[in-house]
C-alpha cells in the first residue's frame, strides 16, 4: 500500500470533495505553494493513486428511481468469457459487478432502473439470455435511502481516517 504524507492526503481530502478544484485553491486552504500541490497531483497520477476526475450525478434527475443489488449463480464457463464482462461492462443498468469468492452466488451486480417493474424485465429476460444463470436474490431499493455507494465515499472515509489515527 503506498503511504501519504500528511500534504498528500490533504491534497486527496480536497479532491475527494471537489474534484475540479484548481492547485491555487487548494494551497491556500493547506497552507503550502501551488506549485507543491501541482507536484503532489503530478506525483500521485504517475503512482496511479489518482486515475481520473468524475462528476457526480443526480440519478433522479436522469430518470432512475431505482437501484438493484443483486447476487447471480452463473457457470464458470459463462462467467469468464470475454462476451459475458463485456456485456456486463456495456450494460446501460449496471453500475458495478464482480465476482463473489465464497456463497451459493458467485457475481455481484449493482444496476440502476426507472422502475421495479423494469428491473423485473430486465432480470428475467437476463436469465434466458445466459443459460445457466440463476438469480440468487435482488433486494431494490429507491436512491434517496443509500446512504454510500461509491469509491469515493469509501476514500474519503480511508482519508478521513487515517488523518485522525495519525498516519
Known sequence: MNTLNTNER???????????????SISKKIGITTQAVGKIRRKLKEQGVIR??????????????????ATLSIPSALIDTVKFKKDMIANKHAIGCGR???????????????????SN???????????????IS??????????????????????????????
Do not use: C, M
Open 10 to 24: 490533504a491534497v486527496l481530502r480536497h479532491l475527494s470533495r471537489n474534484s475540479r478544484a484548481s492547485d491555487s
Open 100 to 118: 463473489l469468492l465464497h456463497g451459493s452466488a458467485n457475481f455481484l451486480a449493482i444496476f440502476t432502473f426507472t422502475s421495479l417493474e423494469e
Open 52 to 69: 481520473g476526475y468524475e462528476i457526480e450525478l443526480n440519478p433522479y434527475a436522469l430518470g432512475l428511481e431505482v437501484f438493484t443489488v
Open 121 to 135: 424485465k430486465f432480470f428475467t429476460g437476463l436469465s434466458s439470455t445466459y443459460p445457466g444463470l440463476q438469480v
Open 138 to 167: 435482488l433486494q431494490s431499493s429507491a436512491w434517496d435511502i443509500v446512504w454510500k455507494l461509491t469509491s469515493k465515499d469509501v476514500y474519503k472515509h480511508i482519508l478521513e481516517d487515517h488523518q485522525n489515527s495519525g498516519n
